[in-house]
Structure formats: structure tokens, C-alpha cells
């Protein structure tokens, strides 16, 4: 089994607007999570040591359940990188099992993540997430999920500049 996912994509934004969209919370709300799935809690602690909680609620034809996970931070460098663990997690971000809240027993446990950002012009930054962990037999559709949140993170700035 792949024991990482990487995700890249040169987003039309600054490297300032890029980072604001991991760090704020209305703005991680607007993306987080796959098509058609809502986040509407985004409480952010965005330190070295803080956490953040983040829920996602899938739409009913998808059985309309709500998931938790949280992201705690290990290292931060402005505009740079960021660096977290994220767990799944119940609505008070305590760290569950996997299994305990519907996922598969490969699904990991604790997933490392490393997110860089590179300027690539005045107006254009790439941004590459990695996450580190073996996701067995939800890979595809961990790799898709986080492709389709950058998509929307395209939309918002798309959705800015008109």
C-alpha cells in the first residue's frame, strides 16, 4: 500500500492569500472537505502545540454523517510550511480510533502532514500537501478528496477577482 499522498497545485493568489486560507477559519470552511460536503465548524488554534477542529458533514445521499478531525500543529514557518497531525476526532477534538467512528481498520491512526507553499510569480503560488500514513484501502479516495478541496480553493479566489 502507498504510505503517502501528495496533492500540488498553483493556486492564482499570493503566497499571503494562500496561507490565509489554511489559517483562518471562515476560509477553511469554504473548502475543507470533498464535493458536495459541508464544513461549518473551523475553530483554529494556529500555533506550534494548537489544534484545530474541523468538522465535515456529508450530503444526504451520501447517508448524510458528520465526521470530526483535528490538526495539531508541530511546525509552523511563515509562508513557508506548515506542519501537522491530523486524527479523527469526536465534535470536542479528542482523538478517536479510526474504526471507533465508521472508518475501515487500515485507515491510519495518525496521518503526518506537511504542507509547503512556493511562490511561483507576484500573483501565483503552488502549494503541495503531503500526507505520511498508509491509508490502505481509502488511498484513491483520500487523494481524490484532497484534490477537490484545492479545486475549491481555486473557486475562492476565482470567485474574488470577479
Not at 500500500?1 to 498553483?10: D, E, L, P, Q
Not at 493568489?13 to 469554504?30: F, G
Not at 506548515?82 to 486524527?87: C, F, L, M, R, S
Request: proline residues 4%.
Amino acid at each position: 500500500m502507498t504510505k503517502y499522498i501528495s496533492v500540488s497545485k498553483i493556486f492564482d493568489a499570493t503566497i499571503e492569500e494562500v496561507w490565509q486560507i489554511w489559517i483562518d477559519s471562515e476560509l477553511l470552511k469554504m473548502w475543507w472537505g470533498p464535493d458536495k460536503f459541508i464544513c461549518d465548524i473551523a475553530k483554529v488554534d494556529f500555533r506550534v502545540g494548537g489544534t484545530t477542529l474541523l468538522n465535515m458533514k456529508a450530503p444526504k445521499s451520501f447517508g448524510g454523517a458528520e465526521h470530526f478531525s483535528i490538526w495539531t500543529y508541530t511546525k509552523i514557518e511563515l509562508h513557508q510550511s506548515i506542519e501537522y497531525i491530523q486524527n479523527l476526532s469526536d465534535k470536542d477534538g479528542v482523538k478517536q480510533k479510526p474504526t471507533s467512528v465508521g472508518m475501515p481498520p487500515d485507515f491510519p491512526v495518525d496521518i503526518k502532514t506537511v504542507v509547503t507553499f512556493k511562490i511561483i510569480s507576484k500573483d501565483k503560488t503552488e502549494v503541495t500537501v503531503n500526507e505520511y500514513a498508509d491509508f490502505g484501502q481509502t488511498t484513491h479516495f483520500a487523494k481524490i478528496g484532497l484534490e477537490q478541496c484545492f479545486d475549491k480553493i481555486s473557486n475562492i479566489f476565482a470567485n474574488r477577482k470577479k
